[in-house]
């Protein structure tokens, strides 16, 4: 196919797909289910056939004209190319892992839809090089997250839901006066003519609550350890491979590459995503929730994203894509085991579980993996993107800020230790119970294979990564 084919499959054959779900529903339930996987699978590979293509192009746009400057714009570079693959791949495991895991409960139809609507808003936000659309994805993402975050409709998961949803609009209106304050100030939404443009503190900070918001980064961090009442491919999806990393994408395309911030801004950014990875990792320690601990574990490791992408240079920016690769994988893989151990045991408390390693051997070694590759331990990949961030925040001279991360990193070590012990080791329960499914075994131990294969291979995400902040990073140093 060619590469403008690839790039028009990749955004619009989820978008489109996701209205035809209902429809192939009506068929049968096995076609829909096929039907969504299909629509993941497909996706995933239109994304993934674009990366040699942009190891020998600077990038390509395809686009619609609209009046006043709203013109639908999608461009493939190597950020947004590299941006997409991840997502893509992680939805496309997580609804081959979604073919067992929810095939008891109600409303099936529906989460298929909305989790490749998700998928698509997601391919269109990362691909858009107008902030206007960038915005209106944005927002499509948070209507699909409303829905699953409330999937299973009791009281207290709609109050629930509706708390993410109030939580990312606000911060979502914040980000749309941003724009337009630049729209009115440099006559232009196009990124690609904003490029190197700068930008005044009061709209970069507007920007920022909405980055924030979605990212779930202190103050707005709370909205994402509630989501955990939805199940676990949902938190699975919101955590690790879409939702919590747009925020973090936004920033590396608008101010990473695009716009130049005051300094103070970037190093207001890397104090705050200090305070929250050591909050946020406080509250790991004192949860007995399950997912509750892996979220709060992930507002902590957005932060170190966040501490590479403000660092103000190229080593510490390649470090932050990285992370992302790295934390979509082990996460994601942390997640749907915490999926399968819920279903399994029917609780949520660590405090109650225990010698699981006997009758869960698969799962508790992928959960111990994607643990490993968190935490930074080599030679998974989440040692190098750690250890690149810190390298990079060390030439900034990000000195205080770089301790606090140091003191994060060592509580993540004992945080997530603490959890596997409490559920896989000690005493075990009566009636413990077996592995899960084939499919749902076998996604997790994908995704934590594939984090000590990355690591192999570090090579190759490397040179792509350091590519891409050498390439497009025309505001570092």
């Not at 096995?30 to 190891?55: D, H, K, Q, W, Y």
């Not at 714009?73 to 893509?88: C, P, R, Y």
């Not at 501490?307 to 240079?313: E, H, I, R, V």
Request: aromatic share 12%; hydrophobic share 55%; glycine share 8%.
């Amino acid at each position: 196919m060619e590469p403008t084919s690839l790039l028009k499959t990749a955004v619009f054959l989820p978008l489109l797909g996701a209205f035809l779900i209902p429809v192939s529903n009506l068929m049968s339930k096995e076609i829909r289910n096929s039907f969504s996987v299909i629509l993941g699978v497909m996706t995933f590979l239109s994304t993934a056939l674009l990366i040699p293509v942009m190891l020998n192009n600077p990038g390509f746009s395809i686009g619609a004209r609209f009046p006043l400057g709203f013109d639908l714009i999608l461009t493939a570079d190597m950020l947004s190319v590299f941006m997409a693959a991840i997502s893509s791949f992680v939805s496309m495991i997580i609804l081959i892992y979604s073919v067992d895991y929810i095939s008891h409960y109600e409303n099936q139809t529906e989460y298929y839809t909305m989790v490749v609507l998700f998928l698509g808003s997601m391919m269109g936000l990362v691909f858009s090089s107008n902030l206007i659309w960038m915005y209106t994805f944005w927002e499509l993402t948070g209507f699909a997250s409303w829905r699953l975050v409330g999937f299973f409709r009791s009281e207290k998961d709609v109050l629930k839901a509706n708390k993410t949803i109030l939580v990312t609009i606000f911060g979502a209106l914040c980000m749309l006066i941003g724009i337009l304050m630049i729209y009115f100030e440099n006559g232009s939404l196009d990124m690609r003519v904003l490029r190197g443009d700068t930008v005044s503190m009061l709209p970069a900070v507007l920007i920022l609550v909405g980055i924030l918001a979605k990212s779930a980064t202190l103050p707005f961090s709370t909205w994402l350890p509630d989501a955990g009442v939805a199940p676990a491919t949902v938190t699975s999806l919101l955590h690790a491979a879409v939702l919590v990393k747009i925020g973090i994408y936004a920033y590396a395309r608008i101010f990473g590459v695009t716009l130049v911030a005051p300094e103070s801004f970037s190093q207001g950014v890397t104090l705050l995503a200090g305070l929250s990875a050591l909050v946020s990792a406080g509250a790991a320690f004192v949860e007995t929730d399950i997912k509750r601990i892996i979220a709060y574990s992930t507002v902590s490791q957005l932060a170190f994203i966040f501490l590479g992408l403000a660092s103000g240079n190229k080593v510490a920016f390649a470090g932050g894509l990285l992370y992302i690769l790295m934390h979509s994988m082990a996460k994601g893989g942390l997640f749907l085991c915490a999926g399968i151990i819920e279903q399994k045991t029917r609780v949520k408390d660590i405090t109650k579980m225990g010698g699981l390693f006997r009758t869960m051997p698969i799962t508790a070694v992928s959960f111990a993996l994607c643990s490993l590759s968190v935490m930074g331990i080599p030679p998974f990949g989440g040692f190098f993107s750690k250890f690149l961030v810190f390298k990079g925040a060390v030439e900034s001279g990000n000195l205080l800020v770089l301790v606090i991360f140091l003191v994060g990193a060592v509580m993540t070590l004992l945080y997530l230790t603490r959890l596997f012990y409490l559920v896989f080791l000690g005493n075990a329960k009566e009636n413990a119970p077996l592995e899960g499914s084939p499919a749902m075994v076998a996604s997790v131990a994908f995704l934590a294979i594939a984090g000590i294969a990355l690591g192999l291979a570090i090579y190759y995400p490397f040179d792509y990564v350091t590519v891409i902040s050498t390439q497009l990073g025309v505001n570092l140093q």
